[in-house]
């Protein structure tokens, strides 16, 4: 089995940042793509940003420009580092990541912007 776990929500003004982390320990063969998901209340579970073990990144045209995702594959961890906050940022965040073809997703963190 692996374990994932993301680490880093909270409560932040606009215009702030946070940093999320993510990571993933246990039977571990190899890490591929690394996920970045988030999920508002009423609505379906997006992807906001995606990362090859390469480090080729993607990222939804909502967060273009002001969401960035790196990866160490030495720790298999993930971050997404969030500026320029805006209300509708405010989600539950979900990291996912694929190990030897098997998708394992983490409990969420909750992210909130609000004044």
């Known amino acids: 089995q692996v374990q994932v776990v993301e680490s880093g929500g909270g409560l932040v003004q606009p215009g702030g940042s946070l940093r999320l982390s993510c990571s993933a320990s246990?039977?571990?063969?190899?890490?591929?793509?690394m996920n970045w998901y988030r999920q508002a209340p009423g609505k379906e579970r997006d992807l906001v940003a995606s990362?090859?073990?390469?480090?080729?990144?993607d990222y939804a045209d909502s967060v273009k420009g002001r969401f960035t995702i790196s990866r160490d594959n030495a720790k298999n961890t993930v971050y997404l580092q969030m500026n320029s906050l805006k209300p509708e940022d405010t989600a539950v965040y979900y990291c996912?990541?694929?190990?030897?073809?098997?998708?394992?997703w983490g409990q969420g963190t909750q992210v909130t912007v609000s004044s």
């Open positions: 996912r990541v694929q190990n030897y073809g098997s998708n394992y």
């Open positions: 246990g039977s571990i063969f190899i890490i591929t793509t």
């Open positions: 990362i090859s073990r390469g480090g080729t990144t």
